[in-house]
């Protein structure tokens, strides 16, 4: 009996609320009159899209509610309200969705208040009965469980009511779909810029200058080499470094904009090796992707065999393939063979490859430069539909999402937009962060 008290208690708060969201739709009604008649005279067509979006949070309420009654969420399908006046008013009165919401707040003014009123009409009874049901003849309540089956009721004509057609679902899907689109591009245009003053950077504080100071060095020989053939040797030695120096930056900037190692030893190779040059103890695994693409040849991008600085973990070497001591090894396979059976899988896209691989760099990089890890592992999945990416680090975490994440992080999500992808970061303060990037692809 305590029981069925207690869930017709929770059934008549659900129905209390109800009967408020009733009288604001009773509200509603008028303001949707008035809103059709300074709609109808032009100069009030401005309050037609603010109260089309006031009826949809009454409309939202009503689903939250409904899904917290039955435990099922009730979608929502509505055109986005944006852009200028008359793109929105037109948007208000062709949404189906609008609709909808007009028929359910006309229907909830009646089933709303006549369940609720039902409700209390039944309590009295219910209690008599059941008391006496429960108390003398010992058995289950009969009465009071009809009222939650009225709040079920009504929640079920919300549901009926506020879901929206298979056509409307259709047509918001695709607006939204638009507007993500809209936003990707957006967000691919602007990193494309960032990229493009980037690389302008690069190559007129550092090539440039470097060449400047080339051409300076060179003529000074010329001056010098008559008169002091020894200064002009030394001049010329200098020119020669600084022409080394300026090759060295300038296959730098080519690397950002896309590796060589990328194109000859594909994505598994090319991680590999950002692994080896880290700075940090990566392990890598790779799952279905291949070493080098068919007929590839060598690397043509020099990857060094022997540690470049003081603490950098050891690097063992299988033919051209720099790999970190214990990653990215098939258990069992000899000191001198990967798996072979990578040999004969597809490769991704290029874009695909290049933006797996440039999220992979910036992970590690960062994950060197800010976290205090020692450790990391990469891993790199070939799925049916997908390439996924996962970047660990035993750093302090503390890492940001959003936007002010840092230009690394922001650049990373935009790359990965731009081709549909998703990037998930977690990075909880005490570590350890990982960044998961699952990138659409057609093999």
Not at 49 to 72: H, K, N
Not at 188 to 197: F, K, N, P, S, V
Request: glycine share 10%; hydrophobic share 45%.
């Amino acid at each position: 009996m305590r029981d069925a008290i207690r869930e017709s208690g929770r059934a008549s708060l659900h129905l209390l609320s109800g009967a408020a969201i009733a009288l604001l739709c009773y509200l509603m009604i008028g303001v949707a009159l008035f809103t059709a008649f300074l709609t109808a005279t032009v100069i009030g067509a401005g309050v037609l899209p603010e109260s089309v979006l006031l009826l949809r949070r009454l409309a939202g309420w009503e689903r939250r509610r409904t899904a917290a009654r039955t435990g099922t969420p009730v979608p929502e399908a509505y055109l986005p309200l944006e852009g200028p006046l008359p793109a929105r008013v037109r948007t208000a009165v062709t949404d189906p969705g609008t609709g909808r919401d007009l028929v359910w707040a006309a229907a909830q003014l009646l089933y709303g208040m006549g369940v609720w009123f039902a409700s209390l009409v039944l309590w009295a009874p219910a209690l008599l009965v059941d008391g006496v049901v429960t108390g003398l003849a010992g058995r289950r309540p009969v009465a009071l469980p009809l009222i939650g089956r009225l709040a079920d009721l009504g929640a079920e004509w919300s549901r009926a009511l506020l879901t929206p057609t298979p056509a409307a679902a259709r047509a918001a899907a695709l607006a939204a779909r638009v507007e993500e689109l809209t936003a990707t591009r957006a967000g691919a245009i602007a990193a494309h810029g960032a990229e493009l003053r980037r690389i302008e950077r690069d190559l007129h504080d550092g090539t440039q200058a470097r060449l400047v100071a080339l051409s300076m060095r060179i003529g000074l020989a010329k001056r010098a080499y008559d008169s002091d053939p020894v200064a002009a040797r030394k001049l010329l030695d200098d020119a020669q470094t600084q022409a080394e120096e300026a090759l060295a930056e300038l296959r730098h900037v080519v690397r950002g904009i896309h590796p060589p190692i990328l194109t000859d030893r594909g994505l598994s190779g090319a991680v590999r090796a950002l692994a080896a040059s880290s700075g940090l103890e990566v392990e890598v695994s790779v799952t279905g992707l291949a070493d080098h693409a068919p007929g590839d040849g060598p690397d043509r991008l020099a990857v060094p065999r022997t540690p470049t600085a003081p603490g950098e973990p050891p690097v063992r070497t299988s033919g051209d393939r720099p790999e970190r001591l214990g990653a990215g090894r098939n258990p069992g396979a000899g000191p001198d063979h990967a798996d072979d059976s990578r040999a004969a899988a597809p490769r991704a896209p290029a874009a695909v490859e290049a933006a797996a691989y440039f999220v992979v760099a910036e992970a590690l990089t960062n994950a060197a430069k800010h976290s205090g890890a020692t450790r990391a592992s990469v891993a790199l999945v070939r799925e049916p539909t997908a390439l996924r990416a996962r970047v660990a680090d035993e750093g302090r975490g503390g890492a940001e999402a959003g936007e002010s994440g840092g230009s690394g992080l922001l650049g990373m999500r935009r790359r990965v937009a731009a081709l549909d992808g998703t990037v998930r970061l977690t990075s909880p303060e005490g570590g350890p962060t990982v960044i998961e990037v699952e990138l659409p692809c057609v093999w």
